[in-house]
């Protein structure tokens, strides 16, 4: 392995829940690259208000599947993220190394879907 810490940040698509109340999504990814749209920095900003509108973020490993990303980058499939993630920790444990994978969120994001698929 060429690191011993990677970070991969997955955008899970906006929940059923969340489409009929008419949320938008304000999560982008670009390459190892996550945007994200502050929507109260909208508009004229006020006396003192210094909000950056765009917040970017850097990571190793960038993975979108929000549904209204697909005419700009392709969906992580469960083959993708394993393939970028799960091949060197799998192939360190058979050589005997200790190796760890660890999902961090709120609950409802995706974390099992991610590591097991359903």
């Not at 999504?25 to 909208?42: F, L, M, Q, W």
């Not at 850097?58 to 993220?81: G, H, K, M, P, R």
């Not at 799960?86 to 190796?99: R, S």
Request: glycine fraction near 8%; proline fraction near 2%.
């Amino acid at each position: 392995m060429a690191s011993n810490v990677r970070v991969a940040v997955r955008v899970r698509p906006l929940s059923r829940k969340e489409t009929d109340v008419q949320a938008r999504n304000i999560i982008s990814t670009g390459g190892n690259c996550i945007n994200i749209t502050n929507v109260k920095a909208e508009g004229q900003p006020e006396f003192g208000d210094h909000r950056e509108r765009v917040k970017s973020f850097t990571f190793d490993y960038c993975y979108d599947n929000a549904s209204d990303c697909i005419e700009t980058t392709e969906l992580a499939s469960q083959e993708l993220v394993y393939q970028d993630l799960g091949t060197e920790v799998l192939q360190a444990a058979f050589e005997g190394y200790n190796a760890c994978m660890f999902a961090y969120g709120q609950t409802g994001t995706g974390k099992t879907y991610t590591m097991m698929g359903y």
